[in-house]
């Protein structure tokens, strides 16, 4: 496979696209952000690396490369790439699941303790010089359910268990009545599935009600597993004790949108991932990949196309 042709759907200035030159010499590759980038190149390209290229660039190009074995996403959710055609075909897609687990849990875990600790109060009084003493919340013996058991559900659940949580599941072979359970007896409770149908509006207005009067949702998973409507009556209403979100229905938000006024609301700009090297180690990963696929072993993190994830 060392005379591959690899289509790079990114801005041809990116830096991160330096690390390619790991790649076995005979590797011929094609990097754009416009279809146009890609005509001579696509007839003949055997792999796609998806970088930042949006689902309809994905799309052109695919059409224009009939000849292609694998599509890699630098992304781990595929619910804005996936298009019928991709779908139903045999070509194997792989993704960035792992890469950002570990650093999801840590957020998770910095949600919990920014309500149980009353870290904006304590913020806010020593902004303005007061000496404002109040009870926190030991989280040791509380309840954390996750609903999702993915690497990110894993990667939270494994440190709250190290703190001293409870921690429940929900997988999507559980029904409703384990959903009203856990929802029940969650003091946090964490989303981390992939959107697919079946979790688009997942936490709704009777999940919500459903939900402890102090407890808190923390989304690490997509935004629309969301009822933002109905998740900013309760919030505003406090029906529950507040909610940590890094993803969310529209990205970025746009001015004025009420999450910005609420203080039971722990808002991170969809950055939750972001460390220095996240983009290095997602490219190694595919870099890793490529070697695999160079030798015919099997591939990692190959995502079942049909249930998005």
Same mark, same amino acid.
């Given at each position: 496979?060392?005379?591959?042709?690899?289509?790079?759907?990114?801005?041809?200035?990116?830096?991160?696209?330096a690390m390619l030159e790991a790649l076995p010499g005979e590797v011929r590759i094609a990097a754009g952000n416009r279809v146009e980038a890609f005509a001579d190149a696509?007839?003949?390209?055997?792999?796609?690396l998806n970088w930042t290229g949006s689902r309809e660039l994905l799309r052109q190009v695919w059409r224009m490369?009939?000849?292609?074995?694998?599509?890699?996403?630098?992304s781990a959710g595929l619910d804005e790439l996936l298009f019928p055609e991709l779908?139903?075909?045999?070509?194997?897609?792989?993704?960035?699941?792992?890469v950002f687990s570990e650093i999801l849990g840590e957020f998770v875990i910095a949600a919990v303790l920014f309500f149980a600790k009353g870290l904006r109060r304590m913020v806010r009084s020593q902004e303005a010089g007061l000496w404002d003493q109040f009870d926190t919340v030991e989280v040791a013996g509380?309840?954390?359910? +996750?609903?999702?058991?993915?690497?990110?559900?894993?990667?939270?659940?494994?440190?709250?268990?190290?703190?001293g949580l409870r921690v429940i599941g929900l997988g999507r072979a559980d029904?409703?009545?384990?959903?009203?359970?856990?929802?029940?007896?969650?003091?946090?409770?964490?989303?981390?599935?992939?959107?697919?149908?079946?979790?688009?509006?997942?936490?709704?207005?009777?999940?919500?009600?459903?939900?402890?009067?102090?407890? +808190?949702?923390?989304?690490?998973?997509r935004g629309p597993l969301v009822d933002?409507?109905?998740?900013?009556?309760?919030?505003?209403?406090?029906?529950?004790?507040?909610?940590?979100?890094?993803?969310?229905?529209?990205?970025?938000?746009?001015?004025?949108?009420?999450?910005?006024?609420?203080?039971?609301l722990l808002l991170s700009p969809h950055s939750a991932d972001h460390t220095p090297d996240w983009q290095p180690r997602a490219m190694q990963l595919f870099l890793d990949n490529f070697e695999r696929y160079r030798k015919g072993e099997p591939l990692r993190n190959v995502v079942d196309k049909r249930r998005g994830y």
């Open positions: 496979m060392d005379h591959s042709i690899v289509l790079v759907l990114a801005d041809p200035t990116d830096p991160l696209l696509a007839p003949e390209a055997d792999v796609i490369a009939p000849r292609v074995r694998w599509i890699h996403s630098r779908a139903e075909s045999a070509v194997p897609l792989t993704n960035a699941r792992g509380r309840t954390m359910g +996750v609903i999702g058991l993915g690497d990110i559900g894993k990667a939270a659940a494994r440190r709250a268990e190290a703190l029904g409703l009545e384990r959903k009203r359970d856990l929802l029940a007896r969650s003091d946090y409770v964490v989303l981390s599935a992939p959107l697919t149908p079946e979790t688009r509006g997942f936490i709704g207005e009777a999940e919500l009600r459903g939900m402890k009067p102090e407890a +808190v949702l923390i989304n690490v998973g933002e409507a109905a998740l900013i009556a309760a919030l505003r209403e406090k029906r529950i004790g507040g909610a940590a979100l890094d993803v969310f229905n529209q990205e970025p938000l746009p001015a004025g949108h009420p999450f910005f006024a609420l203080d039971n």
